[in-house]
């Protein structure tokens, strides 16, 4: 019998652990045990995103879940999208915990990639977020302080290969993201070679990305080099709903690999 991995899964912007369904019963039904979380604010979270006040407090679930495994025991972490913020921070802190980090159409910073710069990239290859709300709680002559992905954003920047079913769940579930300044969010993010370093990272290219196009993964790619890198061809921006089956055999390989 093959050892039994723990893999811990964690949502992009404005979505939650809901999300996962479909890998997390891939995963579960090979044998392995899985943990989906919701960051704060997000998915059934209690938090309301007004509540949050910086960075560390939207990521704080995943740093509580990280300081409560038992000494011995090392996770595979998933990371999605804006997820990937999360598990850069995590793989700072808790670097012994994690035997390898997955990156999955992620935003990936790195010792020698800020997330300022990320970010920068990121805005100027990627088109506009469409029909997306944001909040300015204040003052509209303020930067906003949350946004919420737009059905037309979902559906044909996001959701374009997935299923309809997927489409219409998310549309119902979508809560508001926090937004930070990018300097306060740099400071959060700071990773060192020696921690951040020290964990194996896998970057998942999603080439029918419209969201995080896949000149942007390749750039943070060629920036920041994973250990390894894996294509999905043919998935939009959410792999877990277009190509779950795909994503989770990259994570049982991943499992296999580096664990």
């Not at 723990?6 to 369904?21: D, K, Q």
């Not at 999955?104 to 970010?119: E, V």
């Not at 919420?148 to 997935?162: R, T, V």
């Not at 993201?177 to 993010?189: D, K, M, N, V």
Request: hydrophobic content about 40%.
């Amino acid at each position: 019998m093959e050892r039994q991995k723990h893999f811990v899964l964690v949502h992009g912007a404005c979505h939650g652990a809901w999300c996962w369904y479909k890998v997390a019963t891939l995963l579960t039904s090979a044998g392995h045990k899985v943990t989906a979380l919701d960051m704060a604010a997000s998915g059934v979270h209690p938090k309301r995103v007004e509540e949050l006040h910086a960075i560390s407090d939207y990521f704080e679930p995943l740093m509580e879940f990280m300081t409560s495994l038992p000494p011995e025991e090392r996770v595979i972490l998933v990371g999605h999208s804006m997820g990937g913020l999360c598990n850069s921070v995590a793989m700072e802190r808790f670097p012994e915990k994690i035997s390898c980090a997955v990156f999955a159409a992620c935003i990936m910073p790195g010792p020698a990639l800020s997330f300022t710069a990320a970010k920068e990239e990121n805005a100027r290859q990627a088109g506009s977020f469409m029909d997306s709300q944001y909040m300015f709680d204040n003052g509209p002559n303020n930067p906003p302080t949350s946004m919420l992905l737009g059905p037309d954003c979902l559906s044909i920047q996001l959701y374009q290969l997935s299923p309809a079913e997927d489409l219409s769940l998310a549309k119902l579930l979508l809560r508001p993201h926090p937004l930070f300044s990018a300097e306060a969010t740099q400071e959060e993010l700071w990773v060192s070679k020696e921690k951040y370093g020290s964990v194996p990272r896998v970057y998942i290219v999603c080439d029918q990305d419209k969201i995080i196009k896949e000149a942007i993964q390749r750039w943070m790619i060629e920036k920041n080099p994973p250990d390894e890198v894996k294509v999905i061809p043919g998935s939009d921006h959410m792999l877990m709903f277009s190509k779950p089956q795909e994503m989770c055999s990259c994570l049982l390989e991943v499992a296999g690999k580096y664990s």
